[in-house]
């Protein structure tokens, strides 16, 4: 069964850095799909990047292209989101999904209904 665990968040000032963590385990493929999405209060949730970690580009949304960058550690089963930069905007629950063993590529790759596997959310607080 798969799980996905989220660490890494945290209170940062404007300008500042922050990095996300999303372990899995359980993976019966050895290439998945993982994303990152976030919902901000009161809004709702959208797709900040995404990777296939069997090997392709990386696709990230508009609003955080240049500044966040998705990566990953396949020996570690784990997927990274380095934030820098943040705006007072970045400030919402992330969260990680995974979707065991499929290609996945470009904006249709970062649609929620796409992902079986969620880890926990976790707060990434921005302050002017």
């Known amino acids: 069964q798969v799980q996905v665990m989220v660490s890494g968040g945290g209170s940062v000032q404007a300008g500042g850095s922050l990095r996300l963590s999303c372990a899995g385990s359980g993976y019966t493929y050895s290439s998945n799909c993982v994303a990152w999405f976030r919902q901000a209060p009161g809004k709702e949730r959208a797709g900040v990047a995404v990777?296939?970690?069997?090997?392709?580009?990386?696709y990230y949304a508009d609003s955080v292209k240049g500044r966040f960058t998705i990566s990953q550690d396949n020996a570690k089963n784990t997927v990274y989101l380095q934030m820098v930069s943040l705006k007072p905007e970045d400030t919402a629950m992330y969260y990680c999904a995974a979707e065991e063993g499929t290609y996945c590529s470009g904006l249709g790759a970062l649609k929620a209904d796409q992902f079986l596997h969620w880890g926990q959310g976790i707060l990434v607080t921005v302050s002017s």
């Open positions: 990777i296939y970690t069997g090997g392709d580009s990386p």
